[in-house]
């Protein structure tokens, strides 16, 4: 990591508008899975269907709310690193010009 002035103000600003994801890929995948799984439960426990008889549909419900979590977060850090890549862009040409 540098500690370039410009670069600690670039990450500064970048993150008013495109906040810098804390975590981890897995582990927000994860998170998201386990409220799947949850809401599968409560949908389950609404409607008298047994988890245990809807094996299939509740794991491709925990897997598909693992996907959006995995795939939100890696989005999310996307957004940051661009971001923060045109303010380090604003910062270099308000210095030269």
Known sequence: ???DPSDTRARDRAELYAPRPS????MAGVCV???AF???MVVSGFYGWEVRDNVLPACLITAAGFCVGFAGYK?????NLTAVGLEQSKIDRSETG
């Open 1 to 3: 990591m540098s500690t």
């Open 23 to 26: 975590g981890g890929s897995i």
């Open 33 to 35: 899975a386990v409220v």
């Open 38 to 40: 949850l809401g599968v």
């Open 75 to 79: 989005g999310q850090k996307r957004k």
